[in-house]
């Protein structure tokens, strides 16, 4: 039961939830030679903040402050550097793109001299690709068919999610019974 207990504190603790009493009580479970193998990954965190609460309180923060500091500089280099490479090649291209001669004396000629021949390719054409379009929209339909099977499965799992949250109620009126029998 205590297992339990301590499951329940680690878990209002990584929800910013717990009290200083509550995280005493953590770390004088995790600070024990009773550790639930379960448990163990915990102990090194907590043993790792009595460490850093008792040694330097506000030296510990500064350290922090200085670690995220020069995190965030390392970020806007690299930020910075990407985008001087992005730009870089960007001035390349149009460059290049300015360098290449160009025709601008070009005589486009048509392919059909019969309007009515261009006329009726067009449609053939278009008809091939709305055929296209079709074919892809039909192979569409299974996976409308997942999205309707879908619905009913998600107030399913809000039910659930509802029991779950019912549950966690009476565990921590059970906690509550349990601490006053103390």
Do not use: C
């Not at 965190?45 to 510990?60: I, R, Y």
């Amino acid at each position: 039961m205590e297992t339990e207990v301590i499951k329940y504190k680690l878990q209002k603790f990584f929800e910013g939830e717990s009290s200083l009493e509550d995280e005493q009580i953590l770390q004088n479970y995790f600070r024990s030679d009773l550790v639930d193998p379960q448990l163990l990954m915990y102990r090194t965190l907590f043993t790792g903040l009595e460490k850093m609460t008792k040694t330097e309180p506000h030296a510990s923060g500064e350290r922090l402050m200085d670690f995220i500091i020069e995190y965030e500089q390392r970020e806007k280099i690299r930020y910075r550097r990407f985008w001087q490479i992005v730009t870089a090649m960007a001035a390349a291209l149009l460059i290049a793109l300015l360098a290449t001669p160009f025709n601008h004396e070009k005589n486009w000629e048509d392919t059909y001299s019969d309007p009515d021949q261009a006329y009726v390719a067009a449609v053939n054409t278009l008809q091939f690709v709305a055929g296209k379009y079709q074919e892809g929209m039909a192979r569409l339909q299974p996976v409308q068919k997942l999205n309707q099977a879908y619905k009913p499965m998600t107030k399913s799992l809000d039910l659930l999610n509802k029991g779950f949250q019912e549950m966690q109620k009476f565990e921590n009126l059970n906690e509550k019974l349990n601490r006053e029998k103390q």
